[in-house]
């Protein structure tokens, strides 16, 4: 396959396999407002791990989101058990940082495992992570550096306890939650092969994030497509190597709802949510004339970027936008009207169908909110 914007081809490649949504279901419970998830369905989930486990796993994640290099060198089947079995192989010392290194902060690790073995960090220790950020043209906070700094002091003493965690977590929720999820990973492998055969890879890329434009792709001779139920309808992009990147794409279908049991589909419900809101209608309206930026919706409705960019989160969450990324600072928006008609086909679908009886569903909204995820 080539890409319309080049004449050198673009080999597309697949991984499918739970152990990436073992990670990103950790991320999403644990930052629920970023994914439109009840908090406290999250806070029930989580409730059923012991308060110190809950603890370190919640100040982990702030620092792992997705090790996909070290999730790719697993054996097949890439899934919860392979993890943790993985993770057992490795001295405890070294596990944490393992799983840092593995979420993209591969040039880092030198670096990383130095301050671990000294204990402490400098400021000069700080600026050198900071310019780091900069590098990639990324903004980051002192205070988040400094927290950042101090997990890597303690890495080698949290091994065994976050191994222990993630065993305790595997076996209150995630045993039976990757048996739910991997037909629909192994379904979106199916269609999204399917697809490349017929699109350019700028087109399909744009598919399979639901509404982002790839500006670039000049240099890129393979993307690795690797599905997560979890995720969708937002996306993580990783470079591989200097001319390997990767795409985690959503695979949660329409229809589907993350809460096991739910009976209203997630989009209908993020949908209904993004348009009860004037705010949202007016950047709506405005971007069904036109493709704007935050900045000059900002202007536009007299309201702070910040407040804009809120917005505009919640609509993509209900794929209501699409956008195309000029650089990590500026992104160009657009209205998806066929997604809102798509969302308006799904709603008479669901009304239409034959109610089943809420009241039999073991894993219903009533067993899950007792104990209070670009």
Known sequence: MSDDSSNSPIEISFEVGSAYDFFASLHVLHNPGEFGLRGAWAAGVRSRLSQEQRDLLEEAFKHIFMPRDWIMALPEPKDADAVLAALGQIPAEKRVLELVVGSEMEEGAEFIQKVADKGSWTPADRDEVMEGFKKYGEKITNKKIESMLDFWIKAPSLGEPLLEALQAYQEVFFAQEEKRILPRLEEAVRQARARSQELTPKELLSELSRGLTFEKLEGVEELVLIPSFWITPLIVEGKLTKKKRSLMFGARRTEDSLVPGEVVPDQILLTLKALADPTRLRILRYLAQETLTPAELARRLRLRAPTVTHHLHALRLAELVSFSAKNKQERLYAARMDALNA???????????????????????????????W
């Open 343 to 373: 969302t308006y086909a799904a709603l008479n679908r669901f009304l239409e169908s034959a109610p089943l009886d809420e009241s039999q569903n073991p894993a219903g909204e009533e067993v899950f909110e007792r104990g209070q995820v």
